[in-house]
C-alpha cells in the first residue's frame, strides 16, 4: 500500500523568506502523480501544485516549486518570498496512474506559520 | 465552470441522532465523488468513493454509509450517530482522463460536532 510521510508537524518562517516542507512516499508503481494541497484557516482545501512522476522537470507555480526525487521517493515544496497569506497547513499526496479508481492518499500534514 | 457544493457548513448532534450531509457538483457529467473525514489537526482519511450513480466503495469499516442516487450528488449518512463520529468532512470530485491527472477539487467542508 502506498504511504505518504511529513515529518515536520510545525514550521514557521519569516515573512519574505523561502521555506521547504518535506514529504516522502512509498509506492512500488512506477507511474503515478503528487500534490501539495494547502489548507488555511477557513479550511477549504486548494491545490497548490501536482507533479507527474515521469516528469524529470520540477513543477512550479508563481512562488510555490517542488523538488521532485523520484528514486528516493521524496517530494518536497519550496515557497519563496513567504507572504502572511500562506500561513496554513499543508499536505502532501499521491495518487497512482493506474486508473479511474485510484484515490488521493495524504500525509498528516505541515502546519506553516509565517511570521510579520 | 465546475462547482462544488456541501452542506451544511456547521452541525451539532446528539449521540444517536441520524445524520445527512449533502454533497452536489455543477458544471461536470459523471464525476467521480469523495468524502473525507479530518480529525482535529489530523490528515484526511477517505471514507467513501463513488465512480458512477449508486456505485459506492467504502474505505473504512464504520458507522456511516453513502450513497450516490443522481450523478453529481453525493450524500454521507448515519442511522445512529456516535461521539467519534465528530470531525470536519469533506466531499471532493475529480473526472478521470488517461491523460492527465487533475487532482480533486474539494467542497468547503462540514465542521460535524457530536454532543
Known amino acids: 500500500a502506498q504511504t505518504v510521510t511529513q515529518s515536520q508537524p510545525e514550521m514557521s518562517v519569516q515573512e519574505a523568506e523561502t521555506v521547504t516542507l518535506s514529504c516522502t512516499y512509498d509506492?512500488?508503481?512506477?507511474?503515478?502523480?503528487l500534490f501539495w494541497y494547502k489548507q488555511p484557516p477557513s479550511r477549504q482545501m486548494i491545490l497548490v501544485i501536482r507533479q507527474e512522476a515521469y516528469k524529470q522537470q520540477n513543477a512550479t507555480e508563481n512562488r510555490f516549486s517542488v523538488n521532485f526525487q523520484k528514486a528516493a521517493k521524496s517530494f518536497s515544496l519550496k515557497i519563496s518570498d513567504s507572504q502572511l497569506g500562506d500561513t496554513a497547513m499543508y499536505f502532501c499526496?499521491?495518487?497512482?496512474?493506474?486508473?479511474?479508481?485510484?484515490?488521493?492518499?495524504f500525509g498528516t500534514g505541515t502546519l506553516l506559520a509565517v511570521q510579520p | 465552470s465546475q462547482t462544488i457544493h456541501q452542506w451544511p457548513a456547521t452541525l451539532v448532534q446528539p449521540v444517536g441522532s441520524p445524520l445527512s450531509l449533502e454533497c452536489t457538483v455543477e458544471g461536470t457529467s459523471n464525476p467521480n465523488l469523495y468524502w473525507y473525514r479530518q480529525a482535529a489537526g489530523r490528515g484526511l482519511q477517505l471514507l467513501f468513493y463513488?465512480?458512477?450513480?449508486?456505485?459506492i466503495s467504502s474505505e473504512v469499516p464504520q458507522n456511516l454509509s453513502a450513497s450516490r442516487p443522481q450523478d453529481r450528488q453525493f450524500i454521507l449518512s448515519s442511522k445512529k450517530l456516535l461521539l467519534s463520529d465528530s470531525g470536519f468532512y469533506l466531499c471532493?470530485?475529480?473526472?478521470?482522463?488517461?491523460?492527465?491527472?487533475?487532482?480533486?477539487?474539494f467542497g468547503s467542508g462540514t465542521r460535524l460536532t457530536v454532543v
Open positions: 471532493a470530485w475529480s473526472v478521470y482522463d488517461n491523460r492527465y491527472n487533475y487532482g480533486y477539487t
Open positions: 509506492t512500488s508503481e512506477s507511474n503515478y502523480y
Open positions: 499526496a499521491f495518487m497512482g496512474g493506474g486508473g479511474a479508481t485510484n484515490k488521493l492518499i
Open positions: 463513488s465512480v458512477g450513480i449508486g456505485q
